[in-house]
């Protein structure tokens, strides 16, 4: 392969966050499906047993905290994803900042209980300043969480840009049933505790409502109505505008138990390389 072709493939991202809106715990669900790890470690300071991929320092496997940033890779659809997971904590967002300025898109992870914090405010005037593309998934879905409208604007309202829902959750903490994917038109259904690859959940199609009322009830039809609020308040997805950093695309699950990271990932390979090589990319979704 030619070294043209080779750069046109890879696309390098970093994961930015607050702390503890579990960006680490995602690293390691993208690496654990994309086939690049086994086993998917954990942040829980000293009480792992494996600890997290990206947290190799003797500091970050005791304090259970990111504290430099670390570049893995993964390969997905013939795509080389060159993966870097950075420190939430403000005493070393220097790091985070240079790592900014190097890459091609960043996935902003969201505590869905507690919404864009205060770090996260601080990173996404960094990509501003450069326009660079933000993907956005918010976290923690299986907690009890706000709900997805008021994250949602209040997303938009912090980026200072239009949000384009493309998943949508059902239900959320313990009545937590799974997420529509608004561009395939299917629900994947929650499975608690499972780490299955994102395909092995079960999908049921949207076009089956009566089949999705029966089984999941009021959670659904609640989710239903908000998702059409939501979309029908949402601008047409627009890829030039994402690229541009004019649209950030939002996607809601959980990093830790569930598989439902696939659409991040097919997001994350729609990203172009840098402008001075003016790559050409897959569609989203």
Known sequence: MSFVAETRRRRTFAIISHPDAGKTTLTEKLLLFSGAIQIAGSVKARKASRHATSDWMEIEKQRGISVASSVMQMLYRDHVINLLDTPGHKDFSEDTYRVLTAVDSALMVIDAANG?????????????????????FVNKMDREVREPLDILDEVERELGMPCVPMTWPVGQGKT??????????AM????SGSERLPQDFETIPLSERDTLAKRFGADFETAMESMELATGASPTWDREAFLAGKQTPVFFGSGVVLGLLRAPRVALVSTKTRPAFSASSTCLM
């Open 188 to 191: 994947t259904v929650f499975e």
């Open 176 to 185: 937590f049933r799974g997420i529509m994917n608004l561009r395939t038109q």
């Open 116 to 136: 864009v914090e205060a770090q996260t405010r601080r990173l996404i005037e960094v990509c501003r300043q450069r326009d660079t593309p933000i993907i956005t």
